[in-house]
């Protein structure tokens, strides 16, 4: 049973959209909260990430929004580029072990 | 530095084989770990290292064993494949300080 809930698992947008990606978590312990991004046939790279105590964080296009109360979280891309298209994976982190949602691949059309 | 490293970049093995996935990393990091990437399932943690002779269990340890006798490399062992470990498998480093980790580029196995 994946302790992070992602969605959705694809999504397709238009060069200079935003895309938004959902990550639900249920277990309170987690205390950071990274974004991954993913080519094909590389590894996750880091994108972004933040801690339960901020509600948003932003750098450069890539926002996150979190909602502790809530449970939640989220990535927004901003002006979405065609460089843009990866795979995208949430996570949440418990005395150092990462939990990973499920991915969601973007998909930019120029 | 070259970050994290894994060899082979692919392999095939059949059932009931063994063999070892190797990870080092070159940046002194005192974490490493193994993940498990499949479909519509995300990355998975195998196991992972707090430092040098220490090893612990993650979500998926069943069938894999590690070590870490130095800091710098982390090897995964496959005693006996099954076809269920086909996958893409991912080693990652970081300090000990940072909550930043490193992944290297995958190793893809296949059981047959």
């Known amino acids: 049973q994946q302790q992070v809930k992602q969605s959705p698992q694809s999504l397709i947008v238009q060069k200079g959209g935003i895309s938004i990606i959902n990550c639900a978590y249920e277990?309170?312990?987690?205390?950071?909260f990274p974004w991954y991004q993913q080519f094909p046939g590389k590894g996750p790279a880091l994108l972004i990430a933040?801690?339960?105590?901020?509600s948003e964080k932003k750098e450069g296009r890539f926002t996150i929004s979190f909602n502790k109360s809530a449970k939640q979280f989220s990535l927004h891309i901003m002006d979405s580029q065609p460089g843009d298209s990866a795979t995208y994976f949430c996570?949440?982190?418990?005395?150092?072990?990462?939990?990973f949602g499920a991915g969601t691949t973007v998909t930019v059309r120029a | 530095n070259a970050g994290v490293t894994q060899t082979p970049k692919f392999q095939v093995l059949k059932t009931g084989q063994s063999m070892t996935l190797q990870c080092a990393q070159d940046?002194?990091?005192?974490?490493m770990s193994w993940y498990r990437q499949d479909p519509g399932m995300g990355l998975r943690l195998i196991h992972y290292?707090?430092?040098?002779?220490?090893?612990d269990q993650g979500e998926v340890p069943n069938g894999y064993n590690v070590s870490r006798s130095t800091t710098e490399d982390f090897p995964l062992r496959l005693l006996l494949a099954a076809p269920s470990q086909t996958s893409v498998y991912f080693c990652?480093?970081?300090?000990?300080?940072?909550?930043?980790?490193?992944f290297g580029p995958g190793t893809r196995l296949t059981v047959l």
């Open positions: 990652a480093s970081r300090r000990g300080d940072s909550d930043t980790q490193y």
């Open positions: 277990n309170t312990a987690f205390d950071y």
């Open positions: 933040i801690r339960p105590d901020v």
């Open positions: 996570a949440a982190q418990n005395d150092y072990k990462l939990s």
């Open positions: 940046m002194n990091h005192e974490y």
């Open positions: 290292s707090v430092g040098a002779g220490i090893t």
